[in-house]
């Protein structure tokens, strides 16, 4: 359930984001911001909260969200118009709108997955950088075949 909510309040955010982004600067059409915002909210919650957030934390998250806005919209800004002079404003107003937003959502989820990590004691994953080799001894033990007679 905490999925589906996270899920529309990034959907309902890109959508005001590029509505404001992508129609002041460009003559973008409704199916365009829509498009856009599915996209975004898809990838930005799979590689941001999924796999960035719980690994290196909100400030880095944030950063990848605000990359991945201005660059998929820099991108398929590119496609929608010539001037790169719309399609940089449009790209850096709609990240900078999104990543304000993202702030927030990443708190809500850094606090939802602190509850269910205290419920389920998991162990977050880490690198560790002192691998722990241990040696083992053992005596030896000679076989009936290798047991030579003294003579």
Do not use: C
């Amino acid at each position: 359930m905490e999925t589906v909510t996270v899920m529309i309040i990034k959907f309902v955010s890109s959508v005001i984001a590029f509505a404001i982004g992508m129609d002041l600067f460009f003559d973008a059409t409704f199916v365009d911001i829509l498009s856009f915002s599915l996209f975004v909210t898809i990838v930005s919650y799979v590689i941001g909260d999924r796999i960035i957030l719980p690994r290196l934390g909100n400030t880095t998250a944030t950063i990848a969200d605000f990359l991945l806005t201005y660059t998929s919209v820099w991108i398929f800004g590119s496609i929608l118009l010539d001037n790169y002079m719309q399609i940089a404003w449009g790209s850096i107003l709609s990240a900078v709108l999104i990543s304000a937003v993202e702030v927030f959502v990443h708190h809500y989820l850094l606090n939802l997955m602190s509850s269910h990590r205290n419920n389920a004691e998991h162990k977050p994953f880490t690198f560790d950088r002192m691998p722990a080799y241990e040696t083992e001894f053992a005596k030896e033990h000679e076989s009936e075949d290798e047991k030579e007679p003294k003579k």
